[in-house]
């Protein structure tokens, strides 16, 4: 059994910032990928960022030069940074966890970027 605990969710004025944290726990596997996706009301889920094991590191063209995700292995635990956000990324944000037994789901965490 693997838990997800998102935080780090709320409202932001354009041009703002936030920062993310997913814990995660549970039977996890020493090598595995933890990341963040999000969906917006009518929108279909989609990826934003990703980071594995040993810090390789894969961003969606929207979160590139905003956006920085990271990990403390130790705390399994995944971070992300959100800097300049902008009203489109108003969204649930969902923590992912990926292993070789399958892909585990946070609860989400609502980010609105709004004046």
């Known amino acids: 059994q693997v838990q997800l605990v998102e935080s780090g969710g709320g409202l932001v004025q354009p041009g703002g910032s936030l920062r993310l944290s997913c814990a995660a726990s549970?039977?996890?596997?020493?090598?595995?990928?933890m990341g963040w996706h999000r969906q917006a009301p009518g929108k279909q889920r989609e990826l934003v960022a990703t980071?594995?094991?040993?810090?390789?590191?894969n961003y969606a063209d929207s979160a590139k030069g905003r956006f920085t995700i990271s990990r403390d292995n130790a705390k399994n635990t995944v971070y992300l940074q959100m800097n300049s956000l902008k009203p489109e990324d108003t969204a649930v944000y969902y923590c992912?966890?990926?292993?070789?037994?399958?892909?585990?789901w946070g609860q989400g965490t609502q980010v609105t970027v709004s004046s």
């Open positions: 992912n966890l990926q292993v070789v037994t399958g892909v585990y």
């Open positions: 549970g039977n996890i596997f020493s090598i595995n990928t």
């Open positions: 980071i594995g094991t040993g810090g390789t590191r």
